[in-house]
C-alpha cells in the first residue's frame, strides 16, 4: 500500500494557531485551568498540574452518557469529529484534531479517519502520520494503549504535545534520557525507572522522511514490545501499554492498571508530567512520590 501524505510542509503549526483562535471564540475548544508545582523526585523535576475546575468536562460527560442511553451504542467524538476542531488533513488515513479538553496549550490528536480499534497494535501508516506532525512541530508524541494505560475513547488516536513543557523545562525526563546506555541491540533502560520498559534510540532527521521511515520505525516498536514480553501475533494488543516518542528516541512501558490511589496515569507521566484533580490529589501524591506512583501502574520487574 502506497501511503500519501496531504499535509503540505511547513503549514502545522500555522494552522494549529488559526484553529486554537477560531475554536477559542467559538467556545469549541474548553481548556482546563490548572496551576502547576515541581516536585522532584531522584533527579526528576516532575512537572504536577493541579486542575482548578473539571465542572465542563464532567457536564460534558454526563451529556455523552445520556446519549449513550437514548441512542444504545458507544458515544464516539471522532465519527463524526467536531469541524470547529479539525486543524488539518494529515494523510489518506489520519487527520488532525485539537484536543477539546486540553490542559496543555497546542495538544493535538492523531486520529484514524475510519473507526480502528484503541487496542490494536499501531500500524505503519501510525507512524507516518505521526512522523509527519513531529517533523512539523517538536514535541512529545504518545499512545495510550488501552484503558489501563489511561485511554478514555475507543476509537484509535495518537497524540502530541510541542514542547516546551515549561519554559524552563523542555521535557522533564529529558536528563535521565541522556543517562540511558543502550545495548548492542540498541535497546536501553531508565535507571530510576523500577519497572519493565524498553526505550531506543531514532536516527537523526527520520522525521524528515516519515513515509520511507515508517517501516523502519515499525520494526524498532515490534522490537520494543518484544523486549517486555509483549506477543504481537495478533491485530488487537496482547497487553496495555504506552508509548512516548520524540524526535531523538522511543520507548514503550507495560501498564498494569490506570491508576493508584485514585490518581490517574497515561503516557505523559512517564515523561515527568502528572495531572491531579484536586489539592487531596496533590498531597497524596507527595507522600507516595511520583515514581512509586509509576511504578505502581507499571509492570515491576
Not at 467556545?27 to 490548572?34: D, H, M, S
Not at 521511515?213 to 514480553?229: C, D, G, N, R
Not at 502528572?274 to 507516595?288: A, H, Y
Request: glycine share 4%; aromatic share 8%.
Amino acid at each position: 500500500m502506497t501511503e500519501t501524505l496531504i499535509l503540505e510542509p511547513d503549514t502545522l503549526w500555522n494552522k494549529v494557531i488559526t484553529q486554537t483562535q477560531h475554536a477559542l471564540l467559538c467556545g469549541a475548544l474548553q481548556p482546563i485551568l490548572t496551576e502547576y508545582e515541581i516536585i522532584g523526585d531522584t533527579g526528576v523535576p516532575f512537572l504536577v498540574r493541579i486542575v482548578t475546575n473539571l465542572a465542563r468536562k464532567d457536564a460534558a460527560k454526563q451529556e455523552e452518557d445520556k446519549k449513550v442511553k437514548t441512542e444504545g451504542k458507544p458515544f464516539n467524538p471522532f465519527l463524526p469529529y467536531d469541524k470547529e476542531l479539525f486543524v488539518t488533513n494529515i494523510s489518506d488515513t489520519h487527520l488532525c484534531l485539537l484536543n477539546k479538553f486540553n490542559v496543555v496549550d497546542h495538544h493535538l490528536l492523531i486520529v484514524t479517519r475510519e473507526y480502528e480499534d484503541q487496542d490494536n497494535w499501531l500500524t505503519r501508516e501510525d507512524f507516518i502520520a505521526l512522523g509527519a506532525t513531529l517533523a512539523q512541530i517538536d514535541g512529545l508524541g504518545f499512545y495510550n494503549g488501552g484503558k489501563l494505560a489511561g485511554s478514555s475513547q475507543p476509537h484509535k488516536h495518537l497524540q502530541l504535545i510541542p514542547f516546551p513543557f515549561l519554559p524552563e523545562i523542555r521535557l522533564p525526563i529529558d536528563s535521565e534520557i541522556s543517562s540511558v546506555q543502550y545495548n548492542s541491540d540498541q535497546i536501553g533502560i531508565i535507571p530510576c525507572f523500577e519497572f519493565i520498559h524498553a526505550i531506543a534510540p531514532l536516527e537523526q532527521n527520520w522525521v524528515q522522511s516519515p513515509v520511507e521511515s515508517a517501516p523502519t520505525l515499525l520494526e524498532i516498536y515490534y522490537k520494543l514490545l518484544k523486549t517486555v514480553q509483549y506477543e504481537i501475533n495478533s491485530p488487537k494488543q496482547t497487553g496495555d501499554y504506552n508509548l512516548l516518542i520524540t524526535r531523538e528516541w522511543i520507548m514503550i512501558v507495560p501498564r498494569t492498571q490506570d491508576s493508584y490511589q485514585s490518581i490517574g496515569v497515561n503516557a505523559v507521566g512517564f515523561a515527568g508530567a502528572l495531572l491531579v484533580r484536586n489539592i487531596e490529589q496533590l498531597k497524596i501524591l507527595k507522600e507516595i512520590r511520583p515514581l512509586n506512583l509509576l511504578s505502581n501502574v507499571a509492570k515491576l520487574k
